[in-house]
């Protein structure tokens, strides 16, 4: 009897443990790009509990998820060019936008992007750019106006660069005249050259927390993420974003479904919910990125809704370009980083 009473115990419990393994989502996203009490939030809601794991580029994304073939995670944040290179590559899981409610609440300028017609595979989360942080409390800023101002010799040691080839490359390349997203293996050359002789300048790689350099006085200037910058101004207000002259480097980050996902209605319920009005403002006004919920950028608080680091002119984005798929041309990119970060 009491082996029996064991055994049904056991039997009744089974189902239990099932529904707690399916009250999870697993979501890999860029480092301090999620308030965390966005997902407490969610968690309370919902009952649905978020393992939360970061990364620092789209390579390291790309990579991992690549290995565990679009599994192991339910929900990843890759930008523009990533997402058409993993939607190519049958690494996406397809989206139904039956199950977001409040999907309509995307600015449809952000929409139906070359890089994912339809948005098939991907919602947007936020975007933002890649330009220049100074601290004016020791450097002149009208020293450092253009990307091409980084190489200048006085801020030897002093530079910053994000831990990111296909961004940095897009700066060297802009100071050339080419195209950002260049594919020709010369102009992949030259700028690797032109690295080269900013090297002395630069003294640290940073995309973990681009930020902290800046407000440890380790760099004074170099590139860095707007959102970055936003938080880096609001405890040293000498520190400044620059929209470079060459063009600042545009991005789109998008919530994607890897293939092999777990839990995907878990991973839907986690998209409709930052894409509710509230949430996507919060966290818009906590991390400094634009949001591209137009409900929620209704209700901003008008010091970030008018802060040109966090929301740019049209004056800003001139000369701006977005980063695309350069298909195979990103090995002549890696092979030239390597050598970059080696010192050869």
Known sequence: MKRLLMLLVLVL?????????????????????????????FTEETGIKVIYTTYDSNEAMYAKLKLLDGGGYDLAVPSTYYVNK???????????????????????????????????????????????????????????????DLWNPEFKGQVLLTNDVREVFHMALRTLGYPGNATDPEQIRQAYEKLVTLMPNVRVFNSDSPKLPYLGGEVNTGMIWNGEAYAAEQENPAIKYVYPKEGVILWLDSLVIPKNAKNVDNAMALINFLLRPEIGQFISEEIGYASPNLASVKRLDEAVRNNRTVYPTAEDLVNAEFQVDIGDAIT?????????????
């Open 332 to 344: 002549v990119y890696e092979k030239y980083w390597e050598k970059l970060k080696a010192g050869r």
């Open 86 to 148: 993993m939607r190519n590559e049958g690494l996406l899981h397809k989206i139904d936008h039956s199950k977001l409610s409040n999907y309509t609440n995307l600015d449809p300028k952000l929409l139906n992007r070359p890089f994912d017609p339809d948005n098939g595979y991907s919602v947007p989360y936020l975007w933002g750019s890649t330009g220049i942080a100074v601290n004016t409390a020791e450097i002149d800023p009208n020293k450092v106006t253009a990307w091409a």
């Open 13 to 41: 419990a089974l189902p239990l443990s099932a529904m707690a393994a399916d009250k999870v989502v697993y979501f890999y996203n860029w480092s301090e790009y999620l308030p965390e009490k966005v997902l407490e939030q």
